[in-house]
T-cell receptor, first 115, second 111 residues
């Protein structure tokens, strides 16, 4: 069964600190993996996307890694800011550009950054 | 200003009522999607449409209906047959490369 599991479920950190969120997946065939940021009451916004051949991708203070052998990904946030408080969702795609675009969503990690 | 809009932001439904959620996009995307989000669960696919006048059931289509008469619009109707409709509903469209762009969502509450 295709699944995406994220940990921790929730996390509280102090402003300025770093943190790492984890994503393990059992999706086949694998096409790509995305990390989305979802503010409370808003739609998700894409942070990074990685294909099978990529093992790291950065977007400002966000750095995602992918280990396709162990089927694990992480999202590292550097020098956290209050605006980083949100839910972070790992999404794995199992299509190869086909119109059905099957996405498997993790349940998200809820991050709270405190001053 | 390109993007996806959803309306209303909040919607209240009485038992036995049908309600329609609006989704509009000006990104010129062919494919559009409706998801449901519940606390502690990942997004679940309700319906999707690859092209005008065509749509397919997703994983949890029971109690929902859609139409796709225009490329820009993909409204979702939550019918009285949906027994537990209280949730956050997200519409998305698919761009080049497969990335899905999400709207701001509609929170539906059953009174």
């Amino acid at each position: 069964k295709n699944q995406v599991e994220q940990s921790p479920q929730s996390l509280i950190i102090l402003e300025g600190k770093n943190c790492t969120l984890q994503c393990n997946y059992t999706v086949s065939p694998f096409s790509n993996l995305r990390w989305y940021k979802q503010d409370t009451g808003r739609g998700p916004v894409s942070l990074t996307i990685m294909t099978f051949s990529e093992n790291t991708k950065s977007n400002g203070r966000y750095t995602a890694t992918l280990d396709a052998d162990t089927k694990q990904s992480s999202l590292h946030i550097t020098a956290s800011q209050l605006s980083d408080s949100a839910s972070y969702i790992c999404v794995v795609s199992s299509d190869y550009g086909g119109a059905t675009n099957k996405l498997i969503f993790g349940t998200g990690t809820l991050l709270a950054v405190q001053p | 200003d390109g993007g996806i809009t959803q309306s209303p932001k909040y919607l209240f439904r009485k038992e036995g009522q049908n309600v329609t959620l609006s989704c509009e996009q000006n990104l010129n995307h062919d494919a559009m999607y409706w998801y449901r989000q519940d606390p502690g669960q990942g997004l679940r696919l309700i319906y999707y449409s690859q092209i005008v006048n065509d749509f397919q059931k997703g994983d949890i289509a029971e109690g929902y209906s859609v139409s796709r008469e225009k490329k820009e619009s993909f409204p979702l109707t939550v019918t009285s047959a949906q027994k537990n409709p209280t949730a956050f509903y997200l519409c998305a469209s698919r761009g080049v490369g497969g990335e899905q762009f999400f709207g701001p969502g509609t929170r539906l509450t059953v009174l």
